[in-house]
């Protein structure tokens, strides 16, 4: 390890085996053997760099997240089932998130509306499900995962062009 604390001007041998020059003139005296020593743990800029880029794209997906992400998508798509909503459109990112955000948004909108005795069963689901299948854009679902009940309600009244393609049967 070159280091040194008598110049500003020191090599400092990076933990990854490069060695660069570094400017301690900006650090004062009694510090600077301690910054070049912490240095010398680190890796240089540009291996950090590459380092913490490899581990954004290799970051590991347990096999039970993966399996509880799939879970939750079928549970989502086997209620739209049941419900009638149409499969949901949009980019590969969309569509599953769209579905979920759905779900997630009915089981709420339920709790709030009927399950609170705000609505009857027959008024959501004129008010809610019967326009809740007049859209398919996943986009609609994903930009309202933080509306509020009454928000819900106007847009689904309002939704504005929220179906992509004409074949949906709903
Ligand atoms: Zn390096």
Not at 31 to 52: G, H, I, M, V, Y
């Amino acid at each position: 390890m070159s280091t040194a604390t008598a110049t500003t001007n020191i090599i400092v041998t990076h933990a990854c085996g490069h060695a660069h020059a570094r400017d301690l003139s900006d650090t004062a005296a009694s510090l600077r053997s301690d910054k070049a020593k912490w240095w010398a743990t680190q890796e240089c800029k540009p291996c950090n760099a590459e380092t913490f880029a490899a581990r954004q794209r290799a970051k590991p997906v347990s096999a039970e997240v993966k399996a509880a992400r799939a879970a939750r998508l079928q549970t989502a798509l086997d209620d739209a089932q049941r419900m009638n909503l149409p499969p949901l459109q949009g980019s590969e990112k969309q569509i599953p998130y769209g579905t979920e955000l759905r779900y997630d948004a009915l089981r709420l909108l339920y709790e709030e509306l009927v399950q609170s005795e705000r609505m009857t069963e027959d008024e959501y689901d004129e008010k809610v499900t019967t326009l809740a299948r007049r859209i398919n854009r996943a986009k609609f679902w994903i930009e309202h995962k933080e509306s509020s009940v009454d928000d819900f309600l106007l847009d689904l009244a309002d939704p504005g062009d929220q179906n992509i393609g004409t074949e949906n049967p709903y």
